[in-house]
């Protein structure tokens, strides 16, 4: 079994950034992803702040980040990693797909986070049907019906916008005010077809066969309000994907894996990176900026083993 200076798991821009790095230091590098590479960013309709690039398409960042790890011959393959072991300076990381086990000198996790459910009344019944996660996916289903986007951060505001175009109308829960950039509220608020609802809660989902609306009560008045539409999408936060990592003892109570200015985990050879981490901002560029520095602090690591 080939032995890795590095392997990464997760192909965000976070284990990306981190795999270009690694081989421009000389590392042997493999970078694992249990889905598309991409990460979060191919489902994202535009990232308008990434620095020096203007306004993109998240998909076309992503395949433009691949491609660049290809020019350096950064190895890649598919697979779920499910459990990470030691053995002496060597780590051991085990797939769900059973024929895939790789041996490396030190990992980085940059694994992302995926979204939080509401645990309201019939979500998981129209979930994956009526209610989505992902605007850039499902939004086109949407043409000219009625859309609830629930949430009020920078995701849920940038996606009701790229929902308003498409969409008859929109409107926006949110358990308090809007909290996403104002450059960015300011343009939500501007559109015509869009209706914001701050200090709601959200009571459940109606409908029998088919999603028929969202019920919502005012946090403030204790009004009840139904609103009828055609699908929902919810923004409502971010849940760490470390089940994998749990018996490491590297993580958080939120399950986010702790690790220090240099990307360290406090087992020695293995960091974190990206969205998977404890930390203020999570964004592109901040995912990049992890994944540079645990690449050039694993290389130095492997220098001393
Ligand atoms: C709707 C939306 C809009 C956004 N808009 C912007 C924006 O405009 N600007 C901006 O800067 N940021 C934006 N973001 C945030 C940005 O997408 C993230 O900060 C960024 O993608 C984080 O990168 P990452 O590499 O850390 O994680 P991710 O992009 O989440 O990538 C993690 C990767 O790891 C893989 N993975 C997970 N578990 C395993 C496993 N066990 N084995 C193998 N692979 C695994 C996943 O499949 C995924 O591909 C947005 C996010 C969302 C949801």
């Given at each position: 079994?080939?032995?890795?200076?590095?392997?990464?798991?997760?192909?965000?821009?976070?284990?990306?950034?981190?795999?270009?790095?690694?081989?421009?230091?000389?590392?042997?590098?493999?970078?694992?992803?249990?889905?598309?590479?991409?990460?979060?960013?191919?489902n994202t309709h535009e990232?308008q702040?990434?620095?020096?690039?203007?306004?993109?398409n998240g998909?076309?960042?992503?395949?433009?980040?691949?491609?660049?790890?290809?020019?350096?011959?950064?190895?890649?393959?598919?697979?779920?990693?499910?459990?990470?072991?030691?053995?002496?300076?060597?780590?051991?990381?085990?797939?769900?797909?059973?024929?895939?086990?790789?041996?490396?000198?030190?990992?980085?996790?940059?694994?992302?986070?995926?979204p939080?459910?509401?645990?309201?009344?019939?979500?998981?019944?129209?979930?994956?049907?009526n209610i989505s996660w992902c605007a850039i996916c499902d939004g086109a289903y949407y043409r000219d019906k009625d859309v609830v986007v629930i949430g009020g951060g920078n995701s849920a505001v940038e996606e009701a916008i790229y929902l308003a175009s498409l969409a008859n109308s929109v409107k926006v829960v949110t358990?308090?005010?809007l909290?996403a950039?104002?450059?960015s509220c300011?343009e939500l608020r501007a559109l015509p077809n869009v209706t914001i609802y701050?200090?709601?809660?959200?009571?459940?989902?109606?409908?029998?066969?088919?999603l028929?609306g969202v019920?919502?009560?005012?946090?403030?008045?204790?009004?009840?309000?139904?609103l009828t539409c055609d699908g929902v999408f919810e923004y409502i936060?971010?849940?760490?994907?470390?089940?994998?990592?749990?018996?490491?003892?590297?993580?958080?109570?939120?399950?986010?894996?702790?690790?220090?200015?240099?990307?360290?985990?406090?087992?020695?050879?293995?960091?974190?990176?990206?969205?998977?981490?404890?930390?203020?901002?999570?964004?592109?560029?901040?995912?990049?900026?992890?994944?540079?520095?645990?690449?050039?602090?694993?290389?130095?690591?492997?220098?001393?083993?």
């Amino acid at each position: 079994m080939a032995l890795y200076d590095v392997v990464i798991i997760g192909a965000g821009p976070a284990g990306m950034t981190a795999a270009i790095y690694a081989a421009r230091a000389n590392m042997s590098v493999l970078l694992l992803e249990k889905l598309a590479p991409g990460g979060q960013i191919i489902n994202t309709h535009e990232i308008q702040n990434y620095t020096g690039v203007g306004t993109i398409n998240g998909a076309e960042l992503a395949y433009k980040m691949f491609e660049h790890t290809q020019e350096l011959q950064v190895a890649f393959d598919y697979g779920t990693v499910k459990d990470i072991k030691e053995e002496g300076n060597i780590k051991i990381i085990t797939c769900e797909e059973e024929e895939k086990i790789f041996e490396a000198k030190t990992v980085i996790l940059a694994t992302g986070t995926i979204p939080r459910r509401l645990g309201v009344e019939n979500e998981d019944r129209f979930a994956g049907e009526n209610i989505s996660w992902c605007a850039i996916c499902d939004g086109a289903y949407y043409r000219d019906k009625d859309v609830v986007v629930i949430g009020g951060g920078n995701s849920a505001v940038e996606e009701a916008i790229y929902l308003a175009s498409l969409a008859n109308s929109v409107k926006v829960v949110t358990l308090f005010d809007l909290t996403a950039d104002p450059v960015s509220c300011d343009e939500l608020r501007a559109l015509p077809n869009v209706t914001i609802y701050e200090f709601y809660n959200i009571e459940g989902f109606t409908g029998v066969e088919k999603l028929q609306g969202v019920r919502i009560k005012s946090t403030q008045t204790q009004e009840e309000v139904e609103l009828t539409c055609d699908g929902v999408f919810e923004y409502i936060g971010l849940k760490p994907s470390t089940e994998a990592f749990a018996a490491l003892g590297i993580l958080d109570e939120q399950g986010y894996i702790k690790v220090n200015s240099r990307m360290e985990t406090s087992v020695a050879g293995i960091y974190g990176a990206g969205d998977v981490v404890t930390k203020e901002l999570r964004q592109v560029v901040t995912a990049c900026s992890d994944g540079a520095v645990a690449a050039q602090v694993a290389s130095k690591y492997i220098k001393t083993i």
